[in-house]
């Protein structure tokens, strides 16, 4: 079958790269046969470039946003007002303005993106350019710093989702961070692949192999490809399209609806819960990471963090909940405070699994107190089924 003729890829008026690949024209002389194959090609070829439609502008956007954030946190008029609850402002602003995804944990994301991935800026069209200050844009500076990204950027915005960049920005060496982003091009590998090729250290395996092409052959035949069915579902074009289905009922916005429910529950229960932080931001060895829910118990006189997983039980999870504790006990405690406790909740299909991470508690009288003054698993346990079998009402 013919081909249209098109011209060379350009952008649109939204700054979005057009396919490289025309359309499939209608063949003339029609039967039912290649009828039936034509439309299933036009079918697939648009809702590919829907796809990556959708995808290129939702990591514009993210790294737009993160741009922004830098800019500010560097020349911000009101910047030292803010200081540290800078972020936590703005995802509530932000939030309260029905923009989605933008938790104090994503806007550090966005922040660390653009950091990692400056030069997108020679991808933006006239169009998005114009959202950008003519002093201190810095075009002509990221152009002479990557001059050697050419294409390269253009190409990674086609090929990768925001999810993969997510994946990309965590790898802080940029040899190690280039050969992934070859790799996942070259592969067209989903965002799971990725992480676990990270994960099985495809990159280490590679540098020490003798027979490098026989390893990149095997992992290329195992490896899980890219389909824009798997895309579409991603929670951040559902978030971004502002899709409340509920198939968009995922991972994330479940745990979101828990832990709001879960907030009032323990507040509502009165037995001296006082409500520090949400998303609580801690520093370890140069890298943050965030606490679900923080309260401080006035009569049991400690800090309890609950964390809470949409997820089976794992000791990683406990590992982690038990870092957290050991950290606010290291520089949260003060002379009068007892040690912290941590709630890890932990669901499943039929069942939930509460589990308390006690830091060292060896005062009995203490851990006589806190079990009559903490709320019982059982109590928990319950609390958290009947959320999850209502989840339909809490979208």
Known sequence: MKRQQRPPKKSNDT??????????????????????????????????????????????????????????????????????????ALANDLTSRGVSNCSPRQLYRYRDFYLAYPYIVGTLSPQLLDLLPEKG?????????????????????????????QELVAIEDPLKRSFYEGECTRGNWSGRELQRQISSLYYERTALSKNKKRLTGIVSGKAESINPAQVIRDPYIFEF????????????????????????????????????????????????????????????????????????????????????????????MICDDNPPIGILLCTRKNEALVEYALAGMDNQLFVSKYQVELPQKEEIRKFIEEQILNEGDMV
Do not use: M
């Open 15 to 88: 700054g979005t790269p057009e396919p490289s690949h025309p359309l499939i024209r209608e063949p003339e002389g029609l039967d039912l046969p290649s009828l039936v194959r034509w439309i299933a090609d036009i079918h697939y070829q648009l809702v590919e470039r829907a796809t990556k439609a959708v995808n290129v502008s939702l990591t514009l956007r993210n790294w737009l946003i993160g741009r922004s954030i830098q800019n500010y946190e560097l020349e911000g008029k009101d910047r030292a007002t803010y200081g540290d609850r800078l972020f936590s």
């Open 137 to 165: 844009g810095n075009r002509e500076i990221v152009g002479t710093l990557y001059p050697q990204s050419g294409n390269g950027s253009q190409d990674l915005l086609q090929c990768l989702s925001y999810s993969h960049f």
């Open 241 to 332: 399209l502002g899709l409340h289905p509920h198939e968009a009922l995922t991972e994330q916005n479940l745990e979101g609806l828990l832990i709001n429910r879960l907030q009032e529950f323990l507040l509502e229960l009165g037995r001296g819960f006082c409500f520090e932080a949400r998303q609580k931001r801690i520093l370890i060895g140069g890298e943050h990471f965030f606490v679900d829910l923080v309260f401080y118990h006035r009569i049991l006189k400690c800090h309890v963090l609950i964390e809470l997983k949409v997820d089976t039980f794992s000791h990683e999870y406990l590992g982690q909940l038990n870092t957290y504790v050991n950290w606010f006990r290291l520089n949260e």
